[in-house]
């Protein structure tokens, strides 16, 4: 049974409001759960304390009996000094693509690196 600590999303159409939750992971996101541990309601300003509530007791133990958390839950956890902070870094994606490099290659080649717009 491979447990995740993720978002339920709850609330209307356009007013959303989310429920922090310890579920299985083949549960539906918003059916079937363990335990409810916080809530999450991105409608507020990011410096209203009510805008996360979180159990961090109840989150350090689902952890340590092996639950993962999703990449936002992960965030959470992370601010609140629970986990280490996730780091991505992909570097052949800012790399410039065929048709840029192209591009460049003959910018360079007819103006001697002179760009100009078009």
């Not at 007013?15 to 918003?30: F, G, K, L, M």
């Not at 309601?41 to 639950?67: E, M, T, V, Y």
């Not at 992909?90 to 002179?114: H, I, S, T, Y």
């Amino acid at each position: 049974m491979s447990l995740k600590i993720r978002l339920a999303r709850g609330g209307t159409k356009k007013r959303p409001h989310y429920q922090i939750v310890i579920a299985e992971s083949r549960s539906p996101r918003d059916g079937r759960f363990i335990e409810r541990i916080g809530f999450y309601n991105p409608l507020l300003p990011k410096d209203h304390a009510d805008r996360i509530r979180l159990d961090l007791d109840k989150a350090k133990a689902w952890l340590g009996k092996g639950a993962t958390a999703s990449d936002r839950v992960h965030r959470f956890l992370a601010d609140a000094g629970l986990v280490k902070p996730q780091t991505h870094h992909n570097p052949e994606k800012m790399k410039p693509k065929k048709k840029a490099q192209e591009r460049a290659a003959a910018a360079a080649k007819a103006g001697g690196g002179d760009q100009t717009a078009a």
